[in-house]
């Protein structure tokens, strides 16, 4: 049957894809495996979703996936930035979310709040290169007081901007402004799930963050309507 063709055809093209991306993937595994001296693992893709990748889930689970970022304004709750990757660590994704905002509205963020995982020592540089300050817990900012260090002193390989950032993560200022992310970001990841972002419907990352940006579209619907009533209720 010509349906059964189709299926046939779409499946082998899934495969060659497949395929395509385990090479790369495995080519980007053995490169790393060299520069850090261990031995690089075999690299696997799925045949579903050539694009996805193996990630760790919050229910503790590992499956092909794709990594959805919000970047979310502080004042208004509203989303201004959105990207999907297929990359398990967000330790990269600061710097290109800075400029998809610069090209978005013609201006960079001051501050960026973001949670430890993406505060890797290169994406505060790169954030700094833009003129942005990173609020971003210190690693082991508990543990090294305990082994009579200071976490917010400079270490020695610091750059100006890391050492800016410890410096100012040290502050009850810092600390303050910090504790507003929990209620952006976290909130806005809480309302898509909430709203049924749980599993993407589609396959590939272009249709993936179609999605994601429908989500974003709704939820800023959603909260320009409260944000225009709450002003009415003010000027009333």
Same mark, same amino acid.
């Given at each position: 049957?010509?349906?059964?063709?189709?299926?046939?055809? /779409?499946?082998?093209?899934r495969?060659?894809?497949a395929?395509?991306?385990?090479?790369q993937l495995?080519?980007?595994?053995? $490169?790393?495996?060299?520069k850090?001296? *261990?031995k690089?693992?075999?690299a696997?893709?799925?045949? #579903?979703?050539?694009?996805?990748? $193996?990630?760790?889930?919050?229910?503790g689970?590992?499956?092909?996936?794709?990594?959805?970022q919000?970047? #979310? !304004? #502080?004042?208004?709750?509203i989303?201004?930035?959105?990207e999907v990757t $297929?990359?398990?660590?967000?330790?990269e994704?600061l710097?290109?979310m800075? !400029?998809?905002?610069? /090209?978005?509205?013609?201006?960079?963020? !001051?501050?960026?709040?973001v949670?430890?995982?993406?505060?890797?020592?290169k994406?505060? $540089? /790169?954030?700094?290169?833009?003129?942005? !300050? =990173?609020y971003?817990?210190v690693?082991?900012?508990?543990k090294?007081?305990?082994?009579?260090?200071?976490?917010?002193?400079?270490?020695k390989n610091?750059?100006?901007?890391?050492?800016?950032? *410890?410096?100012?993560m040290g502050?009850?200022?810092?600390k303050?402004?910090?504790?507003?992310?929990?209620? #952006?970001?976290e909130?806005?990841n809480?309302?898509?799930?909430?709203?049924?972002?749980w599993?993407?419907?589609?396959?590939? %990352?272009?249709?993936?963050?179609?999605v994601?940006?429908?989500?974003?579209? =709704?939820?800023n619907?959603v909260?320009?309507?409260?944000? %225009?009533?709450e002003v009415?209720?003010?000027?009333?």
């Open positions: 049957m010509p349906t059964s063709g189709c299926a046939a055809a /779409e499946r082998q093209k495969i060659d894809e395929i395509r991306h385990c090479d495995q080519q980007q595994r053995e $490169n790393t495996a060299k850090s001296g *261990r690089a693992g075999e696997r893709a799925s045949t #579903t979703d050539p694009e996805a990748r $193996n990630m760790m889930f919050s229910d689970g590992c499956r092909p996936g794709y990594n959805v919000f970047s #979310t !304004d #502080t004042a208004s709750g989303i201004v930035g959105v $297929n990359l398990g660590s967000d330790q994704q710097p290109p800075l !400029d998809q905002l610069e /090209e978005r509205y013609d201006a960079k963020p !001051d501050e960026a709040l949670d430890g995982g993406f505060a890797s020592l994406a505060i $540089n /790169e954030a700094a290169k833009r003129e942005c !300050d =990173v971003a817990p690693k082991d900012e508990k090294q007081p305990a082994a009579g260090k200071d976490p917010y002193a400079p270490k610091d750059s100006e901007a890391v050492a800016a950032w *410890r410096a100012r502050t009850a200022w810092g303050a402004i910090y504790k507003l992310r929990c209620q #952006t970001a909130w806005v809480a309302l898509c799930r909430n709203r049924g972002l599993q993407m419907p589609v396959r590939g %990352r272009p249709k993936c963050r179609t994601a940006v429908l989500y974003a579209i =709704v939820h619907m909260r320009g309507v409260k944000l %225009r009533a009415a209720m003010e000027s009333g």
